[in-house]
């Protein structure tokens, strides 16, 4: 059983990185959408093309309160609930299975 706890700590591990690495992606664009960012340099480009699909549906269900964009909180948030409740709970199982 120790493989399958070693694969699924390793699984959270890199779920926990890659969940890391979107939560920065979102603080970014959320910090350019302050400013008047070029369109066409291909960072800010990388940016909306990365957070646009999860922040679209989001800002849709909730509009805009206040005149203010929330999508990149809620994300935020729903970032941080899988880090917490899901990575936690792999890493624990791992550990009880290994």
Same mark, same amino acid.
């Given at each position: 059983?120790?493989?399958?706890?070693?694969? /699924?700590?390793? !699984?959270? %591990?890199?779920?926990?990185?890659?969940?890391?690495?979107?939560?920065?992606?979102?603080?970014?664009?959320?910090?350019?959408?302050?400013?008047?960012?070029? #369109?066409?340099?291909?960072? /800010?480009?990388?940016?909306?093309?990365?957070?646009? #699909?999860? !922040?679209? #549906? &989001?800002?849709?269900? %909730?509009?805009?309160?206040?005149?203010?964009?929330?999508? #990149?909180?809620? /994300?935020?948030?729903?970032?941080?609930?899988?880090?917490?409740?899901?990575?936690?709970?792999?890493?624990?199982?791992?550990?009880? &299975?290994?």
């Amino acid at each position: 059983m120790f493989v399958v706890a070693n694969f /699924v700590s390793s !699984l959270a %591990m890199v779920l926990d990185y890659a969940l890391t690495f979107y939560w920065w992606i979102i603080i970014a664009r959320a910090l350019l959408s302050w400013v008047s960012p070029d #369109p066409y340099n291909p960072i /800010v480009q990388f940016l909306h093309r990365a957070t646009e #699909p999860v !922040l679209e #549906p &989001i800002r849709r269900q %909730m509009g805009y309160g206040l005149g203010i964009d929330l999508s #990149p909180m809620v /994300v935020l948030l729903v970032i941080l609930f899988l880090q917490k409740f899901l990575v936690h709970s792999m890493v624990q199982w791992a550990a009880h &299975i290994g």
